[in-house]
């Protein structure tokens, strides 16, 4: 895979103006140099100036960056801070190795059959590690790693082990279901309300064999070989399916797969098939006061926006707007496993802001924010939950 900014170009576009500490996550919490745009774009130039020894405090610096964007989009100067920072962690494996975490977790996501064992393990034992650690003891911190991951939903098989996998009529065309880690192994429910929101609108969903992680994971964490494996599969898979259309149900995958994968046919996001169908053709079905949280890869990643007017024109009154509705969730990939407390920090800002909506219902388009909020909003003590749009709606019968 070739280098994804023009590194010399993109770092003379950071005139050092500050503008980016008024929305960056990491510095609201921090409030350090070096957990913003600026800062991180001053040391990654010093590190490939060779200035600054790839040490492991700098591979905290960079790691700890969200890669949410919303640096970019204030930038007057449009500095690809998202662009240069990958770049530079590719350099920091390049000299430093992979840390095992990254290690280990790229292998998982990489090995369909082994991620299958490891879910099945963690889900099965988690009354082990779901168990709330005292904050008084020293274990807290060593488990740190495990705080709330008891949200996880309990164990269910794996979304691509289910069959057959070929659902509805192709009124309106073939799609090919994309899964994505998350919806395979963590919430299949989600994949189900995927493919019945869009057999709903008249679409027949084939589930393309042998598809593996976007690898959107591999290129965050500077493992370029393995995004490059990843999207050679999926590519492949993809355009064998005979489908006029990729659609996925997580804004991370689909971004991805848009911005890097050279495929023949055009990939969307279920909620952009949605947003064509329009408000009309679907109604809510919680029936609980709601609100929405923008994932960094719908809007900012593919500009994917107008779900709070699509929402209103089906829920109503019963939609709250939420301050900083598109402030990142903090899930951030492997930093939430890594450095899980700046990813629970961020997160916390985001339980504040539901919890001052007075909504029990959190309406989102991506696995990973629904994973982490839910997550957040149970150690806050927010009586609210997240949820994908294709679950909080359906389409109505006709
Ligand atoms: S990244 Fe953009 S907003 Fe931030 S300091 Fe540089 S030029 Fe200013
Ligand atoms: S991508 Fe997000 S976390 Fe990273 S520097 Fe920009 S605003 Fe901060």
Redesign the pocket.
Same mark, same amino acid.
């Given at each position: 895979m070739k280098s994804k900014v023009d590194w010399e170009e993109a770092l003379s576009r950071c005139v050092r103006c500050g503008r &980016?500490r008024s929305?960056?996550?990491?510095?609201s919490l921090l409030h350090r140099e070096w957990?913003?745009?600026r800062g991180?774009v001053v040391l990654v130039e010093a590190l490939g100036e060779g200035r600054l020894e790839p040490t492991q405090r700098l591979e905290d610096h960079l790691s700890?960056?969200?890669? &949410?964007?919303?640096?970019?989009e204030v930038c007057t100067n449009k500095a690809p801070?998202?662009g240069l920072?990958e770049e530079a962690r590719v350099l920091l494996v390049q000299e430093r190795g992979k840390p095992l975490y990254k290690r280990i977790l790229g292998k998982v996501l990489e090995d369909k059959a082994l991620a299958n064992k490891l879910v099945a393990l963690g889900l099965l034992s988690r009354p082990l590690w779901g168990r709330e650690v005292p904050q008084y003891r020293g274990l807290a911190l060593r488990m740190a790693f495990f705080e709330g991951w008891d949200m996880v939903p309990p164990l269910a098989k794996p979304f691509s082990r289910e069959g057959p996998q070929d659902w509805g009529k192709a009124e309106k065309g073939t799609v090919a279901l994309f899964l994505g880690c998350l919806l395979d192994f963590v919430y299949p429910s989600m994949a189900w309300a995927t493919v019945e929101t869009l057999v709903g609108l008249g679409y027949r969903v084939v589930m393309p064999p042998d598809q593996g992680c976007c690898g959107h994971p591999h290129r965050a964490m500077g493992d370029r070989e393995g995004a490059e494996r990843l999207k050679e599969l999926n590519v492949r898979t993809l355009e064998e399916s005979g489908a006029s259309m990729v659609v996925t149900a997580c804004a991370t995958c689909t971004a991805y797969l848009k911005e890097v994968y050279p495929l023949s046919i055009p990939v969307k996001d279920v909620v952009e098939v949605m947003l064509e169908a329009g408000e009309g053709a679907f109604q809510y079905r919680l029936g609980k006061k709601a609100t929405y949280h923008e994932p960094?890869h719908l809007g900012r990643g593919q500009e994917v926006r107008g779900l709070i007017t699509f929402l209103q024109g089906i829920l109503g009154e019963g939609l709250v707007e939420m301050e900083g509705y598109n402030r990142?969730c903090g899930f951030?990939g492997s930093l939430a496993l890594a450095y899980p407390q700046i990813s629970l920090g961020v997160g916390e800002m985001k339980a504040r802001s539901v919890r001052e909506t007075g909504a029990s219902a959190v309406l989102t388009a991506c696995p990973a924010c629904i994973l982490q909020i839910n997550r957040c909003l149970a150690r806050a003590g927010v009586e609210a939950q997240a949820f994908h749009l294709v679950e909080a709606v359906e389409v109505i019968d006709r």
């Open positions: &980016c929305v960056c996550p990491t510095f957990a913003v745009a991180r700890t960056c969200l890669l &949410c964007m919303a640096c970019e801070v998202v920072v960094c990142c951030g």
